[in-house]
């Protein structure tokens, strides 16, 4: 399950990444590539994923 949940993290971190790629340079597009990083981190973090599980 933990494994479902951070690909589905890093579907979301893909999209957020491919929107902020189509703005123009400015605050909008660097807080899309922030909140992109912050997902793909959450995915790559296991003890972070067992705990969402675990907290279902």
């Known amino acids: ?30 807080e899309l590539r922030q909140v992109a990083l912050a997902l793909k981190t959450l995915a790559e973090n296991q003890v972070w994923l067992a705990e969402q599980w675990r907290e279902r």
């Open 1 to 30: 399950m933990t494994h479902r949940i951070a690909e589905e993290l890093k579907d979301l971190a893909r999209i957020a990444l491919r929107k902020a790629r189509a703005l123009s340079p400015g605050p909008e597009r660097n």
